[in-house]
């Protein structure tokens, strides 16, 4: 069913210097299979259009993926133009995207 | 066993959580964290205008009020609230007269070595605070040590861990980094925050077992709640790879088991290995001045209207230096006057401080004559100066990590 990601993903983001850090993640192992398989680079970048060199890492413990934008905040908080110069509510963005969520897991 | 808790994540947290952690339960320990990239230059522009500052004024005025309660209690506290100046701010708790024991953890700062910057603060491990906290110290401030090391180094202490404790260090330093932000891991800015009362979160506590494994947990009566929801979305904070490396230990966070407990949620298994050979700084310098306003679109024809006051600011001013961002949120025939708006943004960055302050002039001299229905949401102001962030890394023995114990005595760590 295409629904936000929110549905079943929670999400934090911040900020470290002038990259963003986005941690997505989900309350099951059959969701996680789901996700680590959905949200790739490309498929982040789709949905974050703003998003330019992104880097994942996969927590399966956690049952999370983090994700650092690279230089997303150009050069720190401090002197961002950026609209949300501190990346808090890129993950809220990122749960409000529309995605194809498989049924069974929802 | 030692129970570690936190009442700050920031500088600006809630004043009366110190009282709150002191009053709602059992302590052995109270940490604080105050210091981010970003309040390291707001501290750095504080000492600009007086040397005797650069530390959070308002971890002075909870010590005021809390000190001597948590002498009472046996409840030693450790904040990094010395920020750029740790020895002022003990001296500021000196003249409150309570008769604490202080201890300070000091040489972070680097400025000698970076003298083109305006702050410039090695990220410290946990030692100099366990060296205070065996000396019996009753209060431990501290300039730029990493956030984990408030929860690190007291529970190094009282566990009596080596320098090579990897593994227990790495717990320690997890569990650090689900307190160090506070209401953060309690269900604040919670992704599934419809599902709790989250109305006022309590702060958390960590009780750290010897082999640095912990139960997270927080006061009875408080709001909020930890579950494994609520510290996955902490833990997630600020991270990027998963082996994240710290100046005592790299933590593995792709070991970290969650298991949920009567009291909040049990940490356990987290796997450590050696620290690199560098320790990170935070450098910032002031960039220049910057300023901007945003210009209300309302209606009919958007994007002329923003074409037209863009060209006008920028002829009038020069576009070295603007940015331009239109937020479209204008709905058409909408049936309020804000939702049928758009918003464009302007911002100057500038090396020049008159160019940033002639932004606001150029900006409001268009007010009778640009697009139909001009107005902004707020006046541009006279400019204010931003700071640049950048980290860089040192080896180990150019920093002196040094811990003054409440008996006056340095000791390098």
């Given at each position: 069913?295409?629904?936000?990601?929110?549905?079943?993903?929670?999400?934090?983001?911040?900020d470290?210097?002038?990259?963003?850090?986005?941690?997505?993640?989900?309350?099951?192992?059959?969701?996680?299979?789901?996700?680590?398989?959905?949200?790739?680079?490309?498929?982040?970048?789709?949905?974050?259009?703003?998003?330019?060199?992104?880097?994942?890492?996969?927590?399966?413990?956690?049952?999370?993926?983090?994700?650092?934008?690279?230089?997303?905040?150009?050069?720190?908080?401090?002197?961002?133009?950026?609209?949300?110069?501190?990346?808090k509510?890129?993950?809220?963005?990122?749960?409000?995207?529309?995605?194809?969520?498989?049924?069974?897991?929802? | 066993?030692?129970?570690?808790?936190?009442?700050?994540?920031?500088?600006?947290?809630r004043?009366?959580?110190?009282?709150?952690?002191?009053?709602?339960?059992?302590?052995?320990?109270?940490?604080?964290d105050?210091?981010?990239?970003?309040?390291?230059?707001?501290?750095?522009?504080?000492?600009?205008?007086?040397?005797?500052?650069?530390?959070?004024?308002?971890?002075?005025?909870?010590?005021?009020?809390?000190?001597?309660?948590?002498?009472?209690?046996?409840?030693?506290?450790?904040?990094?609230?010395?920020?750029?100046?740790?020895?002022?701010?003990?001296e500021?708790?000196?003249?409150?007269?309570?008769?604490?024991?202080?201890?300070?953890?000091?040489?972070?700062?680097?400025?000698?070595?970076?003298?083109?910057?305006?702050?410039?603060?090695?990220?410290?491990?946990?030692?100099?605070?366990?060296?205070?906290?065996?000396?019996?110290?009753?209060?431990?401030?501290?300039?730029?040590?990493?956030?984990?090391?408030?929860?690190?180094?007291?529970?190094?202490?009282?566990?009596?861990?080596?320098?090579?404790?990897?593994?227990?260090?790495?717990?320690?330093?997890?569990?650090?980094?689900?307190?160090?932000?506070?209401?953060?891991?309690?269900?604040?800015n919670?992704?599934?925050?419809?599902?709790?009362?989250?109305?006022?979160?309590?702060?958390?506590?960590?009780e750290?077992?010897?082999?640095?494994?912990?139960?997270?947990?927080?006061?009875?009566?408080?709001?909020?709640?930890?579950?494994?929801?609520?510290?996955?979305?902490?833990?997630?904070?600020?991270?990027?790879?998963?082996?994240?490396?710290?100046?005592?230990?790299?933590?593995?966070?792709?070991?970290?088991?969650?298991?949920?407990?009567?009291?909040?949620?049990?940490?356990?298994?987290?796997?450590?290995?050696?620290?690199?050979?560098?320790?990170?700084?935070?450098?910032?310098?002031?960039?220049?001045?910057?300023?901007?306003?945003?210009?209300?679109?309302?209606?009919?024809?958007?994007?002329?209207?923003?074409?037209?006051?863009?060209?006008?600011?920028?002829?009038?001013?020069g576009?070295?230096?603007?940015?331009?961002?239109?937020?479209?949120?204008?709905?058409?025939?909408?049936?309020?006057?804000?939702?049928?708006?758009?918003?464009?943004?302007?911002?100057?960055?500038?090396?020049?401080?008159?160019?940033?302050?002639?932004?606001?002039?150029?900006?409001?001299?268009?007010?009778?004559?640009?697009?139909?229905?001009?107005?902004?949401?707020?006046p541009?102001?006279?400019?204010t100066?931003?700071?640049?962030?950048?980290?860089?890394?040192?080896?180990?023995?150019?920093?002196?990590?040094?811990?003054?114990?409440p008996?006056?005595?340095?000791?390098?760590?």
């Amino acid at each position: 069913m295409r629904l936000p990601l929110g549905t079943i993903a929670g999400a934090r983001s911040g900020d470290k210097g002038g990259d963003a850090n986005l941690g997505v993640w989900v309350r099951t192992d059959e969701a996680y299979a789901w996700l680590s398989k959905e949200l790739t680079v490309a498929r982040l970048k789709e949905l974050l259009p703003e998003a330019g060199e992104v880097v994942r890492y996969e927590l399966p413990n956690l049952r999370a993926l983090n994700f650092v934008l690279r230089g997303l905040l150009g050069d720190g908080v401090a002197s961002s133009t950026r609209f949300d110069p501190q990346a808090k509510a890129l993950g809220e963005w990122l749960r409000s995207r529309h995605v194809e969520i498989p049924e069974a897991l929802l | 066993m030692i129970r570690i808790g936190n009442a700050s994540g920031f500088y600006g947290d809630r004043l009366g959580a110190v009282r709150e952690m002191l009053e709602g339960g059992e302590l052995d320990v109270l940490t604080g964290d105050y210091l981010a990239e970003l309040t390291m230059l707001i501290l750095g522009r504080d000492r600009m205008r007086d040397a005797s500052l650069g530390y959070a004024r308002t971890f002075l005025r909870q010590m005021e009020d809390c000190l001597g309660l948590a002498v009472e209690r046996g409840v030693t506290i450790v904040a990094n609230a010395g920020g750029l100046n740790p020895l002022g701010l003990a001296e500021a708790i000196e003249k409150l007269g309570l008769g604490a024991k202080i201890g300070v953890v000091s040489g972070d700062d680097l400025r000698a070595d970076f003298p083109e910057s305006l702050t410039a603060n090695a990220y410290l491990g946990a030692w100099g605070i366990a060296e205070c906290v065996k000396a019996g110290a009753d209060v431990v401030v501290t300039g730029r040590v990493t956030d984990a090391s408030l929860v690190v180094g007291p529970a190094a202490a009282h566990h009596g861990w080596a320098r090579d404790d990897w593994d227990a260090l790495a717990g320690a330093t997890v569990v650090g980094h689900v307190l160090e932000c506070g209401t953060q891991a309690t269900g604040g800015n919670y992704s599934f925050f419809t599902s709790l009362d989250v109305d006022r979160p309590g702060f958390p506590i960590a009780e750290i077992e010897a082999d640095g494994s912990a139960v997270v947990t927080k006061h009875d009566g408080t709001g909020g709640a930890v579950t494994v929801d609520t510290v996955t979305a902490q833990l997630l904070y600020e991270i990027g790879d998963p082996a994240y490396l710290g100046p005592d230990v790299t933590s593995h966070f792709d070991t970290i088991a969650l298991e949920p407990h009567a009291r909040g949620v049990r940490i356990s298994g987290v796997r450590g290995s050696p620290p690199p050979e560098t320790l990170k700084v935070c450098l910032n310098s002031l960039g220049g001045f910057r300023n901007g306003t945003t210009f209300v679109l309302t209606g009919l024809d958007v994007d002329a209207k923003a074409d037209l006051v863009r060209r006008q600011l920028e002829t009038a001013l020069g576009p070295d230096g603007l940015t331009w961002t239109l937020a479209r949120t204008h709905q058409p025939d909408a049936d309020t006057e804000e939702t049928a708006s758009a918003l464009l943004h302007a911002t100057i960055k500038t090396p020049d401080a008159k160019r940033a302050k002639a932004f606001s002039r150029t900006a409001i001299e268009l007010a009778l004559g640009s697009y139909p229905g001009f107005h902004v949401t707020a006046p541009p102001s006279d400019g204010t100066p931003f700071g640049v962030y950048r980290a860089a890394y040192v080896p180990r023995d150019r920093v002196q990590h040094q811990a003054t114990l409440p008996d006056g005595k340095v000791i390098t760590v």
